[in-house]
Nanobody
Framework: VQLQAFGGGLVQPGGSLSVSCAAS????????MGWFRQAPGKERELVAA????????YYADSVKGRFTVSRDNAKNTMYLQMNSLKPEDTAVYYC?????????????????WGKGTLVTVSS
């Protein structure tokens, strides 16, 4: 599976932005997926995860209530809607896919990573 995240950009604090992750090569419906982010000087962290059909989701405490992860398996695409953005949300956002949910939850041993997209929250 080849993954590509896109849709990042510059947004003001309090604003909204949606990023997407498009897949090619294989159908995404066979994979658990997640969004990760890495800010300058910080370790990569899991932001959100979603199960195969999208019926269950997980969020880091720092984004709970502000971010929404979803997927459209027919379009082979995963989304992350980010609302009420804060400067501390500034990071490169990566999408990932794996056959096992625990790999996404742990954040390592993941089968497929996409190239990231930069989200900058600044006035």
């Amino acid at each position: 599976v080849q993954l590509q995240a896109f849709g990042g950009g510059l947004v003001q604090p309090g604003g909204s932005l949606s990023v997407s992750c498009a897949a090619s090569g294989r159908t995404l419906s066979a994979y658990y997926m997640g969004w990760f982010r890495q800010a300058p000087g910080k370790e990569r962290e899991l932001v959100a995860a979603i199960t195969l059909s999208g019926d269950s989701t997980y969020y880091a405490d720092s984004v709970k209530g502000r971010f929404t992860v979803s997927r459209d398996n027919a379009k082979n695409t995963m989304y992350l809607q980010m609302n009420s953005l804060k400067p501390e949300d500034t990071a490169v956002y990566y999408c990932a896919a794996d056959s096992y949910l625990h790999a996404i939850q742990r954040g390592y041993g993941i089968d497929f990573w996409g190239k990231g997209t930069l989200v900058t929250v600044s006035s």
